[in-house]
Nanobody, 118 residues
């Protein structure tokens, strides 16, 4: 199983970025997919999630600014980030999660750095 994130980088406050996460080795359409982030010295936190039925959920801190989407044909999810703030600076991780009977199947990507700074 591989989850490969891309699209991170340095952006000025108020700018935009689009992150991508390409999955392989899983039946992508059956998984809830999510983006988490971890800033230096802080715990990893959920940013946004999208279920196999395209139901979405967002952290309060990013509502109205970030949009998560998925393309099952490409086994890829996206995170469009707008109106970025310095406090959005973190490593962003892709997550795949599926519950099968009593087992939780969960996978993580390696992360991509997002830095918001002038």
């Amino acid at each position: 199983v591989q989850l490969v994130e891309s699209g991170g980088g340095l952006v000025q406050p108020g700018g935009s970025l689009r992150l991508s996460c390409a999955a392989s080795g899983i039946t992508f359409s059956l998984y809830t997919m999510a983006w988490f982030r971890q800033a230096p010295g802080k715990q990893r936190e959920l940013v946004a999630s999208i279920t196999k039925d395209n139901n979405t959920d967002y952290a309060d801190s990013v509502k109205g600014r970030f949009t998560i989407s998925r393309d099952n044909a490409k086994s890829t999810i996206y995170l469009h980030m707008a109106s970025l703030k310095p406090e959005d600076t973190a490593v962003y991780y892709c997550n795949a999660d599926r519950r099968v009977l009593a087992h939780n199947l969960e996978y993580w990507g390696q992360g991509t750095q997002v830095t918001v700074s002038s």
